[in-house]
């Protein structure tokens, strides 16, 4: 079982402490929306709110302590240095999105019961997927690449069905609802956009480790 690393265990340690915290933020995130279209501005959604905001900042944290680690490790090459922090970016994004699409609904006072609650939470159930399976494949890139690599090309599969009910729910507002009005449905379109996004940087962050495992290789 081919592995990356053969004098650490930090980065390791680090990089899944990482993913741990970006996936409680992930899952906050996805209560705090199912939450938001029963009861609007409730004070348990206010609470998730902050949990969100917090966790984020928790994950950027740890984010920045694992760059300082890169950095002073002069046994990796600049390439595998540079590709392991790319990966670090993608994943992270996962955390930024999650916060950056709270504030858009807050700030925009948005309704939005009417955009499908039932095809919104399959998006949340194949997105916690895709991350419970990047959370894997980052653990073997420390012990099995080969493992990795499987569980990547899973991670792909699943951010496919993502986009097809994205185009699905798009489609709706387009042609399914002449009740809202052109700014309405920009606004939903783009709330839309940005919660299947998260599917695409889980996909991006398995790309990265896609990317180190052949450098790995060669």
């Not at 916690?128 to 099995?144: C, M, N, P, S, T």
Request: overall charge negative; some cysteine; charged content about 35%.
């Amino acid at each position: 079982m081919p592995s990356i690393w053969s004098d650490t265990n930090k980065v390791e340690e680090l990089f899944l402490k990482h993913t741990d915290k970006v996936k409680e933020c992930l899952d906050v995130f996805f209560d705090l929306i199912k939450m938001y279209i029963e009861q609007g501005k409730s004070k348990q959604v206010l609470e998730l709110s902050e949990q969100v905001h917090s966790l984020e900042t928790e994950a950027d944290n740890i984010r920045r302590e694992i760059i300082h680690l890169l950095i002073g490790k002069s046994f990796l090459l600049p390439n595998t240095r540079r590709d392991f922090l790319s990966l670090l970016e993608c994943i992270d994004k996962v955390a930024d999105y999650s916060e950056a699409i709270t504030d858009y609904i807050f700030l925009q006072d948005m309704d939005i019961s009417s955009i499908g609650k039932s095809k919104l939470e399959e998006i949340f159930i194949i997105t916690e997927k895709q991350f419970k399976l990047l959370q894997r494949a980052v653990g073997f890139l420390f012990k099995d690449i080969n493992r990795a690599f499987e569980l990547v090309l899973e991670i792909d599969q699943l951010e496919s069905e993502v986009d097809v009910i994205e185009r699905l729910l798009i489609s709706r507002l387009t042609k399914e609802r002449p009740d809202l009005d052109l700014c309405t449905k920009i606004l939903y379109r783009d709330f839309i956009n940005m919660v299947a996004n998260i599917s695409d940087k889980i996909e991006d962050a398995g790309d990265e480790i896609e990317i180190i495992i052949a450098m790995r290789k060669v």
